[in-house]
């Protein structure tokens, strides 16, 4: 499309804003707009990370919100894409800035899908994912020689029960008010002592846990809180 802008999904990194990419960092100076999640969990953390390469640029605020109901969320996504979309087509380029890495659960790779279907030029720009931020901060491995590795989002309990039996390391994320069942689960399962929590990693505020029983005599819990379960000590 000739004189049309060009969208770029810029992950910002799990919270530290030294973890932003040098290409996200000249990506965001290039661009003409930025495109930013209203806070849904009671923070505008990616806005906030970048906040110092985005002085004096047009902010597009983007809301998502979390619904039940499907159609909504698909309606709210639609509104987005056709906001940005309005940009594009005056030639402006529009980063859209999305916390961790934009191909992981995040809500921007459904308005890139919406963009790229409408003819639009869209370029993913990756980022630190939360759970590499959090393992590197608890100071273990993720995997290791040929293990597997298995992302668990917690939020939805039907199918966490058959995850959690799955070999190798578990990264169980985005598992809200079920974080509490999926932790006694573990317990049963006797992963309590190999379970590491990692609640804000690289934010302020950051708290590092080493086991369940140590997570839960403490009052951290929240939205960027996520546990790796290692199922077997490390070998040399």
């Known amino acids: 499309m000739t004189g049309i802008g060009k969208l770029y999904g810029i992950g910002t990194g ?13 990506t965001l ?3 003409d707009a930025i495109a930013v999640p209203e806070p849904g969990s009671g923070e505008r953390t990616a806005f906030t ?3 110092d390469y985005i002085k004096g640029k047009e902010i597009i605020e983007c809301s998502f919100p979390m619904d039940r109901n499907m159609d909504k969320r698909i ?5 987005v894409a056709d906001k940005i979309a309005a940009f594009l087509e005056k030639g402006k380029n529009v980063g859209f800035a999305t916390l ?20 639009f030029e869209a370029e993913i720009i990756p980022g630190v994912a939360s759970f590499s931020a959090a393992a590197a901060a608890l100071g273990v491995a993720l995997c290791e020689g040929d293990e597997t590795l298995t ?11 058959e995850l959690l039996d799955r070999p190798g390391t ?34 302020e505020g950051q708290q590092l846990f080493h086991s369940i029983d140590d997570f839960e005599k403490s009052p951290a819990s929240g939205y960027f809180t996520l546990a790796i379960v290692r199922s077997e000590p490390t070998r040399l």
Not at 172 to 185: T, Y
């Open 14 to 26: 799990p919270g530290d804003p030294e973890l932003l990419t040098l290409k996200a960092v000249n």
């Open 29 to 31: 100076r290039n661009c």
């Open 100 to 119: 961790g890495d934009p191909t992981t659960y995040s809500t921007y790779m459904y308005i890139h899908k919406l963009l790229i279907e409408k003819g």
């Open 75 to 79: 309606e709210a996504r639609q509104i």
């Open 49 to 51: 990370i970048i906040s």
């Open 170 to 203: 578990k990264v169980i994320m985005k598992s809200g008010e079920n974080l509490a069942g999926v932790l006694s689960m573990l317990k049963e399962r006797g992963y309590g002592d190999g379970t590491k929590i990692a609640y804000r990693a690289t934010m």
């Open 151 to 161: 992302i668990i989002p917690a939020g939805q309990r039907e199918d966490v029960d």
